[in-house]
């Protein structure tokens, strides 16, 4: 579905170009991430994707829009804030000055999450989770 590409796409872009100290930025979930080359990475994607038909041919959605935060376990905990802070005030930002609008005509914080590798020891993960509403 093309909104869903266009939506993580907007923010993903966003992101590139405001967001420091994180070397790749991904739109939608990456299949590998090389930690040992990419000592940061963020990825956007939706999940948890619900439909309510307005008419014929148009539809309301209401997804989580995840922005995962994928650093290296010697970072920890601290850089994941720094950059998940990084990230809330570049959205609070869009939010207020009305740049997400074309695609997302709701938004609002849900959860950050912390994950970790349990098996390696390699990475450490931090979530912010969104819900969002949008059309087609």
């Not at 609002?108 to 949008?134: A, C, G, P």
Request: contains cysteine.
């Amino acid at each position: 579905m093309l909104i869903h590409k266009k939506i993580r796409h907007q923010v993903s872009d966003m992101l590139k170009s405001s967001i420091k100290g994180v070397e790749n930025i991904y739109s939608g979930r990456p299949l590998f991430i090389d930690i040992d080359q990419e000592k940061t990475a963020i990825a956007v994607f939706l999940d948890e994707i619900s439909c309510e038909k307005l008419d014929l041919c148009h539809h309301e959605y209401t997804a989580a829009l995840n922005i995962a935060i994928y650093l290296k376990t010697a970072l920890g905990d601290d850089a994941l804030d720094d950059i998940a802070e990084q990230i809330k005030q570049r959205l609070e930002s869009a939010i207020a000055n009305d740049e997400l609008s074309e695609t997302i005509s709701e938004i609002d914080l849900m959860s950050y999450e912390y994950e970790q590798d349990t098996t390696n020891r390699t990475w450490f993960v931090s979530n912010l989770k969104y819900q969002i509403k949008y059309e087609d």
